[in-house]
Each structure stands twice: as structure tokens, then as C-alpha cells.
């Protein structure tokens, strides 16, 4: 037997060498997207899966963008970067991973990026023969009553075989010998153990004791075996063992049940009488897991629990209880103890894959975390459903049997959120329920979908005019809703009104709008510009605004004198006549309020620098006229009078309201007479009567002055004398402050013109003046008498003096003369 079974585990040991070498790999795609392998167990570290990337549809090319990686609570596989073929990572033990389970898989997800999908991969481990089977105990004792009629049945236990199918325990053999043999039971669980018959009667008397060898046998090929040594002593006379009052017990239990809970009460009788009807109970033999759960009272029979009980863990249990009487006598019962499941255990969720951020335009059904949820508890307690808490735009999708797919139910806005918190919330379907919670954190990554927004759609700017070039003029601010350089706004200018774009400039960055140059009120009052905000996406996205500049005025204009026109201040550059250019005519028959003539001006300011207001400020006759004040007109305030001179000069000045206030002069000549051919031929006469006049003053005054000069030579020598003793009287001081480089006279222009009908001048310093006592001051020039007697009012211009800007103009080098009853010039 040694040598059969020595070749029995060579031809093993040869099969399992050929297996990987002839392994066929079954793969095929679920309709739930699922892979499914075959493969023995016990193959090395890096045999061969199959071709996952293959079956997955993806060649060599894209692996590295789509980044095949494998996700499992325990890494059994693993996948090769290089070429996407599944292998083994780890040593596949079948009894291991899945127990006495018929069927063992290990299952786990293939993730895939680029777009985010994963595939459920199922690797089926088909059993190997790889483990014999064995006994709990390696001898058996049992002591059989010489009287034991054939027949007889004894319990021997079961041997264990940890693997299933045809690998997995088949049968038991029994050495041959002249008394017992053994018989194959199965109980309703499938588990198969030996019963010890009796054929033929016992002798003590011939044979004590008998030895025989017990062998357990699989179905594998070649078959594994285990044995065990039978050692049976033959007792004396104790004819009735007990007797159960069943063969088999079953009762169930709740997996929550406290240890020292009562599980079952088993009852044997005995007929004999005395010592040998004496029962004691014990459990037979049984694995070491299930002596730890369970403990029989010997004298009642009561089976109470000793340890908690987990119905994830062990379903059922099957006891072997023993009735042995005081002759050791025993009988056998079997008691099935079904472990009822308790919702005990919440559900499980495992985040496999988070696919964050997310760009906010991801379409609809974008999945953007993959979820795993496992209950161990069964049935309806083990029955879980998922769902998401909080407000946000996310769906979860089962992809298959607890695995979910979180995806967008909707378009993102990262406007709105930049992010989703949402809590994963699974239940299973027990009473009461119980529940698992994972937070899910979802950034949201921004896309260029919003074009900068101005604060306002229209600006308007008040700058007034003249100001400095580069003065502020308003500051324009968009805001874009997008972040990064998505959201940073840059300015420009985008046209506007004609001829706007040389007027303002913007600053990129601030969006301030600055003048270019200095602005005109009276050129242009108000322009618009449009202002581009543009942000730096790609594509880059803009808004326009439009902004409206309005000049305010500033009073940088005086007021222009329409009429009087301005060569009509003075009379004629020369000529024989002094009649001016234009002038009106007054009847002397004029009563008060006689509309003489208007001032007309005009201001290119606007508003209150455009006001005007007229005011007289000079006049030959100042009581014979007035102005008015807004109007203009030149009235008479009194009846002209014989007295009244024929040619009268009237001075008026416009003012604006502007501030500082501005103004202009207007002078109208007017000439009293009933009407203009009478009053011609009266100014011809005057005017050549003034011109013989003017040759006889020349020659008078000619006469004097060699008279004068030689009177005042005389006199200057007398007082220099007398002042280098006493010094420089009073009068003289005055005088000596004036030093002139060239002779003549040394006042001013229109020094005795005034308001007033006096006027008196005081000695003044001409600009130019040289150190005292350079040279002798010029005999002072004589006026002749008949000039003095024939001179016009003060203020009158000569005959060389020309009219301009509307202002009185005087020849500031010719000498003026007074009426003496008018007005007094003192050379």
C-alpha cells in the first residue's frame, strides 16, 4: 500500500507541473460588462490570466493614456503596463480564499481613465487535488460489549478534505478483517463519515482487542488518502446501550443569541438497570471550531452556547452528541444547529476611484466616482440600497451587483459651486435597517464660459475743459465670474464718435480712463468712446461699454465786441479829417431815454460765463448817456443840451458771470446834430480851423520855448549853486527823480483821461531811468497859448492815433492838453 500511494503522489506531482503548461483560459464579456477567467489554483507568482487589455478592446498604443490599473480589496493580480495581460500576483490557495464553497471567484474591477469607465473582471480558481484527506484524531478508541449482537453500528467521525467536486472526499475503506466493516453515510449537508458495523459476534474469551486501519479516500486523479488506527476492546456483558429518542436533532439559533443560551435538550434511555442504565452525554469527535461554540451538560443532556455565534462566519453547525451508559455502552445522535442571520452588519462602501476636478462644461452622464457597497449579512438584511444626500448635480447609476457609478445628472457651473459635497448614504433592507455614510468631495475646474460684465452698461464723465493731458477721467471695472486667467479682465478702446479716439486713453489693467490731451468746451462738448473688456481665456471672451464724456466750461473766453466794430475806437490813421470812421448821430432835440446805439457782444463760453452785462466807464459827457445793463443799448439819460459838444466818445465794458470774471471795451462815437449833412460840414470847419491853428501854435510855441529856455538856464544855475549848499528843495526832488534818455515829454498815455471832469496827474518814473546826475534834465517844452485855448477834451486821440480792440488809444509820445476848465495837465 506505502509503494501505491508513493506513485500516486508522483503522477500528482507530474500533473500539477503539466497544468499551467496546458491551462485554457475562458474569457468572455458579460452583458454587464464583465470578464470572466478560468484558472487552476496554486499557479506560481506571474503565470499567465489572459489578455485583459485585449478583451477590454484596448491596444498596446493607448494603455498609457488610459491607464488600465486593477482595483480590489486584496491585490491577488495584477496587470502589465506594457502589453495589459493579466497575471498572478500572489499565491491562489482555493480552500483558502473560499472554504468548502462548490464555486470560488475572486472578483475585482479593471479602471480605466480618459474617459473614466471601469469593467468587472471575475477570475474563476477551479480546485486543485492538492490536499488529502485527513482525520480529526489519528487513533480511535472503542470498547464494544462482548454480547453486542452483528449488526451493531458505531460512529467513527468524519475526515475532512479541504477540497470540493470530485477532489473532495469520496468514501472510507477498512483494513479486511473477520468482524466489522465500514459503511459511507452522508448526512443532508453532504458531508460523508463512517460508521463501524458489527458482522459477527465478539469473543473476549478468543480476542480482546482488534486493531485495523481506517482510510479516507478523495475522487481525485490520482487519489489522495488519509488513515486513521481503530483500536476496539471487547468488554464484558452489557447488552442494551442506550437509545436516543432520535437520531437527529434539528433546532436553530439566532447569530445574536448570549453565550450560555440554551440550545437543545437531547434525551437516551438505557434498559439495563444499576450502573449500566447510568447515562452520560458528550460530544463526539468534532473540529476544535465548533467544541469552542458549544458545551453539553453531562448528567441532562442540555446543549447550551459558549461563544457568540456570526452567521457570516459559520451557517450551520452539525453536532455529534454521545449516550454512554455505566457499562460503556454508547450511542449516537446527530444535532444540526441552523445559524439564523440578525442584521448585524452595515453596509460597507468603499470608494474605489474619484475623478476630481471635473471642468464645469463636462456633458450630462459624465462619471465622476466609482463606488463599492457590501453587506455580509444575507437576504433581505443583506440587500442594499444607495443614494445620494444633499443638493448637487450628481446621480448614482448601478453598474452591476454592488458596484455604483456617480455621475452628473446635469450641466456643472463653477459660478455657482466650486465644489459638491454630497454624503453617500446606504441602507440594507433589515428591521430595523441599518446604514453606512462616505462624504464625496467633487471640485468643479473652471472653463471660459462667461464674458467679463461691466458695472454699468453707460458711464458719463464731467471733466471740465483746459485740463492737463493724463487727468483722470472715470475708471470702468468689469467683472468676470470665471477665475485664473479666465477671470482676468484686460481693457482697450473699441472706437466711438468720430474723432473720440485721439481724446481718452484706458490703462489695461485698472480700466482708468485718462485724457489724451486738453479738452475745448467750444471745439467739441461731449464725445463717446467704446471700452472693450476682454478676458484671458482661450477664446478669449468681451464686453463692451460705451462711455460718455461731457466738457463742462470753464471761462477762458472774453466776451468779442460785434458792434461797435473795432476799427471804430479811433479815428482815421491820417488824413485831414478827424471824423471817426463810424459813429452815430444824435439830434440835440433828444430827450431822455433816446436809443443812441447798441453794443452788441458775444461770449463763446456757455451757462454763467456767457451771461453778459454792460457797464459804462467812460464818457465825454458821463451824465449826458447811460447803458444798459443786459441789454446794451446806449440811451441818453438827460435832454442834449446847445452846451453839449458836437462829437462825444463814449467808453462801455462787457463783463461775463464766470469766475474770475472776464471783459471786453466798446467805444461808440457820437456826434450831436439834427442830422448827418448838417453835422458834416461843421466837423469839415473844425477840422481845418484846428489845422491853422496848429501852424500858428507851432510858432508861438517855438517863440517861448528859446524865451523859456534861455529864463530857465539863468534860474538852473542860480539854484544849483544855492543847492550844493543846502540841498535839493522840495519841488526839485520830484523833478530830479525823473531822468529821460531821450528829450521829450515824459508822462504817460491818457494820463489826464478819467471819469471825472478833473483830472490831475502826479510826476511818475518812466520805465527807463538812469543814475542822478548823469546829464542835465531837457529844458521842459513851452506850449503856445493859442493851443491851450484851442485844445480838445482830455482823452481825445490825436490825429496819428489809430483805434484797436475796442480801447480808447493815445499816442503815448505826444503830450496831452486839457481845456483849462475841464481838466489841468502839469508837464
Known amino acids: 500500500m506505502a509503494v501505491r500511494q508513493r506513485q500516486s503522489r508522483q503522477r500528482a506531482v507530474g500533473r500539477a507541473v503539466l497544468l499551467p503548461a496546458l491551462l485554457l483560459v475562458l474569457c468572455c464579456r458579460a452583458a454587464a460588462e464583465r470578464i470572466r477567467y478560468a484558472i487552476p489554483e496554486e499557479l506560481g507568482r506571474g503565470s499567465l490570466v489572459g489578455p485583459l487589455a485585449r478583451d477590454l478592446g484596448l491596444s498596446p498604443a493607448e494603455l498609457p493614456a488610459r491607464k488600465l490599473r486593477l482595483s480590489a480589496e486584496k491585490q491577488y493580480f495584477t496587470v502589465s503596463g506594457e502589453n495589459g495581460n493579466l497575471y498572478v500576483s500572489e499565491r491562489l490557495d482555493r480552500e483558502e480564499m473560499c472554504g468548502e464553497s462548490a464555486s470560488c471567484s475572486v472578483s475585482f474591477e479593471a479602471l480605466v481613465q480618459n474617459p473614466l469607465n471601469v469593467f468587472h473582471v471575475e477570475v474563476a480558481i477551479q480546485d486543485a487535488n492538492d490536499n488529502a484527506p485527513h482525520f480529526l484524531q489519528d487513533n480511535f478508541q472503542l470498547e464494544i460489549s462482548e454480547l453486542t449482537s452483528p449488526g451493531a453500528r458505531f460512529y467513527l467521525g468524519i475526515a475532512e478534505d479541504p477540497d470540493v467536486g470530485s477532489n473532495s472526499l469520496q468514501g472510507y475503506e477498512l483494513e479486511s478483517n473477520a468482524y466489522f466493516e465500514v459503511e459511507v453515510k452522508e448526512s443532508q449537508d453532504g458531508s ?17 482487542s482488534v486493531r485495523l486501519v481506517l482510510t479516507a479516500v478523495d475522487g481525485g486523479d490520482p487519489p489522495r488518502s488519509g488513515t486513521a488506527q481503530l483500536c476496539i476492546n471487547v468488554t464484558d ?71 457568540a455565534l456570526d452567521f457570516e462566519d459559520t451557517r450551520a453547525f452539525s453536532l455529534a452528541v454521545e449516550a454512554r451508559d455505566g457499562g460503556g455502552l454508547v450511542a449516537h445522535c446527530e444535532v444540526e444547529v441552523e445559524v439564523l442571520d440578525v442584521n448585524d452588519n452595515a453596509p460597507e462602501i468603499t470608494v474605489t476611484s474619484v475623478s476630481s476636478p471635473v471642468p464645469e462644461d463636462a456633458p450630462a452622464g459624465t462619471v465622476v466616482a466609482l463606488l463599492k457597497v457590501r453587506d455580509r449579512d444575507s437576504g433581505e438584511n443583506g440587500q442594499v440600497w444607495c443614494e445620494l444626500s444633499g443638493e448637487a448635480p450628481l446621480s448614482m447609476v448601478s453598474s452591476s451587483v454592488g458596484s455604483y457609478k456617480v455621475v452628473t445628472a446635469s450641466a456643472l457651473d463653477r459660478e455657482q459651486a466650486s465644489e459638491h459635497r454630497v454624503t453617500v448614504v446606504a441602507r440594507d433592507r433589515g428591521s430595523p435597517s441599518l446604514s453606512s455614510r462616505a462624504s464625496l468631495v467633487l471640485e468643479v475646474s473652471d472653463v471660459n464660459d462667461n464674458a467679463p460684465v461691466f458695472e454699468e452698461a453707460a458711464y458719463s464723465a464731467y471733466v471740465s475743459e483746459n485740463n492737463a493731458a493724463g487727468a483722470p477721467v472715470v475708471r470702468v471695472r468689469a467683472r468676470d465670474a470665471d477665475a485664473g486667467a479666465n477671470g482676468r479682465v484686460s481693457y482697450w478702446l473699441a472706437g466711438g464718435s468720430a474723432g473720440a479716439a485721439p481724446y481718452v486713453s484706458v490703462e489695461a489693467r485698472s480700466g482708468a480712463v485718462y485724457a489724451q490731451r486738453s479738452f475745448d468746451y467750444e471745439q467739441c462738448r461731449e464725445f463717446a468712446v467704446a471700452v472693450r473688456a476682454q478676458d484671458g481665456g482661450a477664446p478669449s471672451r468681451s464686453s463692451t461699454a460705451t462711455v460718455r464724456v461731457f466738457v463742462l466750461d470753464r471761462n477762458d473766453n472774453a466776451p468779442r465786441v460785434l458792434w461797435p466794430p473795432a476799427a471804430a475806437a479811433g479815428a482815421s490813421g491820417s488824413g485831414a479829417s478827424s471824423l471817426p470812421a463810424a459813429f452815430e448821430v444824435v439830434p440835440r432835440s433828444a430827450e431822455a431815454g433816446y436809443l443812441v446805439g447798441k453794443v452788441v457782444a458775444v461770449d463763446a463760453d456757455a451757462g454763467r460765463n456767457a451771461w453778459l452785462s454792460y457797464e459804462l466807464v467812460q464818457a465825454s459827457e458821463p451824465a449826458l448817456f447811460r447803458v444798459g445793463l443786459h441789454s446794451g443799448e446806449v440811451r441818453t439819460a438827460r435832454a442834449v443840451s446847445e452846451r453839449d459838444a458836437a462829437k462825444q ?26 442830422s448827418l449833412q448838417e453835422a458834416l460840414p461843421e466837423l469839415s470847419e473844425r477840422a481845418a480851423g484846428a489845422d491853422s491853428a496848429a501852424e500858428l501854435q507851432f510858432y508861438l510855441v517855438l517863440a517861448l520855448a528859446l524865451l523859456s529856455a534861455l529864463f530857465l538856464l539863468s534860474v538852473a544855475l542860480a539854484v544849483l549853486a544855492r543847492l550844493r549848499r543846502a540841498g535839493p528843495p522840495a519841488v526839485l526832488r520830484c523833478l530830479g527823480a525823473q531822468r529821460f534818455s531821450v528829450p521829450g515829454a515824459a508822462f504817460p498815455a491818457d494820463f489826464c483821461e478819467g471819469t471825472l471832469p478833473y483830472s490831475y ?51 503815448a509820445d505826444a503830450p496831452q492838453v486839457c481845456k483849462p476848465s475841464r481838466s489841468r495837465c502839469f508837464p
Open 192 to 208: 460523508k463519515f463512517a460508521e463501524l458495523v458489527l458482522r459477527r459476534a465478539l469473543d473476549r474469551e478468543s480476542e480482546q
Open 761 to 811: 496827474n502826479l510826476c511818475v518814473a518812466p520805465a527807463r531811468a538812469v543814475a542822478e546826475g548823469a546829464w542835465l534834465p531837457p529844458p521842459l517844452p513851452s506850449v503856445p497859448a493859442e493851443e491851450l485855448l484851442g485844445a480838445e477834451p482830455c482823452g481825445k486821440p490825436t490825429p496819428s492815433s489809430s483805434a484797436g480792440a475796442g480801447e480808447p488809444s493815445t499816442d
Open 237 to 307: 456483558a452489557n447488552d442494551n446501550p442506550p437509545v436516543f429518542a432520535q437520531d437527529r436533532y434539528r433546532t436553530s439559533l439566532r447569530e445574536d443569541a448570549p453565550p450560555g443560551s440554551t440550545v437543545l435538550n437531547v434525551s437516551a434511555s438505557d434498559a439495563d438497570a444499576g450502573t449500566n442504565a447510568r447515562i452520560t452525554y458528550g460530544f463526539g469527535k468534532m473540529p476544535a471550531k465548533v467544541l469552542q461554540k458549544f458545551v453539553v451538560e453531562a448528567e441532562s443532556g442540555t446543549i447550551r452556547l459558549q461563544e
Open 649 to 674: 466818445r463814449v467808453v462801455a465794458v462787457v463783463k461775463d458771470h464766470g469766475q474770475p470774471a472776464l471783459s471786453a471795451t466798446a467805444t461808440l462815437h457820437v456826434v450831436l446834430a439834427e
